[in-house]
């Protein structure tokens, strides 16, 4: 294993309305009307392959905004240090800005103070994958699932809201998802179908946009696998009328796997899903060079590399050429 290394439906209030704020579980101390201590990286945060991650490419409007959100965050959790939601929002908001080891550190506290949240779990674990810590995001993402476990599931606030402003995933489905999507880089894919199909099967995230992305990664599971009937066989369950609110690439992906979009269609997107979906089908059919050519074009052009095609790159043994090129 590599170490190291996203349909509201009518619901009743308790689904839907925000759960209170659970009690100090521990007798760590919350940290008053001071903000946890942060503190930049002291290097450029690394791609599982060696490469500098560099800063997203924001907007001057975008940036204001996620400055903007992260000092209300600053300022709820002076005002209410002794609250979960303080440690997950100010931690999400510096993730938005990319500043993963910073918002790991307030997961982190947060923790210290609430150990059995599993909802500080599930960012922690998305953020330890962003930061290329993907055995112990999938540490994170299991001890979640177990405490998530006993609990009725709530829909799970958005930072980033959807055109619709509309709620999609919930807690229950999105640790399911992530620790499946994560298992998928380190090689377990076992683990990505049975994360995937829970994910699925959650009755209050069920929509559209989660059939759209679980069918995503089952498909590229079972391939990897030699599965391909069974994978054929998801991709082909999905219609291809589907209205969606957010997952619109990993729609027109398993469109492509179905085969209705063309490779031709699916390249002039610059979407990294599709162009990772595009790349899986060369691998799948031997194109060895091809595909390699693509995961590094994923890898250099975003900003933040991405991780499945990192790991492809280290599965097929083409990372040391690059990593080495890159590294200043």
Known sequence: MIRGFVI???CSAMSCAPSPSPEPESD???FGQELPETSPPPGPQMSLIGTSLREPDFSPEVRARLEKDLEIAKAVFRVAPEREDSYIWLGRRLGYLARFPEALDVFTRGLEVFPDSYKLLRFRGRHRAR???LEL???DYRRAAELVEPVQDSFEPDGIINARHQYLGTYKSNIHYYLGQ???AVGDYEQTLRSMERAQREP?????DRLAS???WRYLAHRKLGQDEEAKRVVDAVPTDLEMVENFTYYQSVLFFQGVRSREEALSEADVILRFAVAMDHHFRGEVDEAVALWRQLVEETPQGFWPAEAE?????AAEPMAASARP
Not at 204 to 208: D, K, N
Not at 313 to 317: D, E, H, Q, Y
């Open 28 to 30: 760590a101390e919350p």
């Open 131 to 133: 930061n290329r810590e």
């Open 204 to 208: 209050l995230g069920e929509s559209p």
């Open 214 to 216: 679980t069918a995503y």
């Open 137 to 139: 995001a999938i540490d």
């Open 182 to 184: 994560t298992s998928y």
């Open 313 to 317: 790159l280290i599965f097929a043994g």
């Open 8 to 10: 509201v439906v009518a």
